[in-house]
């Protein structure tokens, strides 16, 4: 049996220990707001935070996530700048990949409230989009700096 604490509630599953988080996360707990892209780490759409790290749960497996806090694209609040930016900015086409986004984002805004270009490109590089929406992504990254810092919060 596998603890995990995720989204601030406790869990057992009873899975393999090699079992990607990624599975576990969304066919065992049915949190499907994370997503399977390439299952090889290349794409970030499985992008979670582990300890407040963006990490990829397609490739950390399960055994690797215990004793550790997870926080999935359901657990970031619903009143965090990036979330509010991304619509604000109308980020979103398909959709696919922008849990991921959002989650890299919140991770890079955690670290570094007041990023400049350079790092949000080599940070957002992580997670690709198909669709191309990388001028909204930064438009939405610079919109969350802004929102921060008007209410005085960290991410």
């Not at 869990?11 to 599975?23: F, K, M, S």
């Amino acid at each position: 049996m596998i603890s995990l604490n995720i989204n601030g509630k406790g869990y057992e599953v009873e899975v393999p220990p090699d079992t990607p988080l990624l599975w576990v996360i969304r066919e065992h707990l049915r949190l499907t707001g994370t997503k399977f892209g390439c299952g090889v780490g290349e794409c970030g759409a499985c992008t979670v935070h582990i300890n407040g790290q963006a990490e990829k749960s397609c490739l950390l497996p399960v055994r690797e996530a215990q004793g550790k806090t997870i926080t999935t694209i359901e657990g970031l609040p619903e009143d965090h700048a990036v979330k509010r930016a991304w619509l604000q900015e109308q980020v979103i086409q398909c959709g696919y990949c922008q849990p991921g986004q959002m989650m890299q984002a919140a991770a890079l805004l955690r670290e570094d409230p007041a990023p400049g270009d350079e790092k949000i490109r080599q940070a957002m590089d992580e997670v690709l989009c198909r669709c191309g929406t990388y001028p909204r992504i930064k438009a939405a990254l610079q919109t969350s700096i802004r929102l921060m810092k008007k209410e005085g919060r960290r991410s």
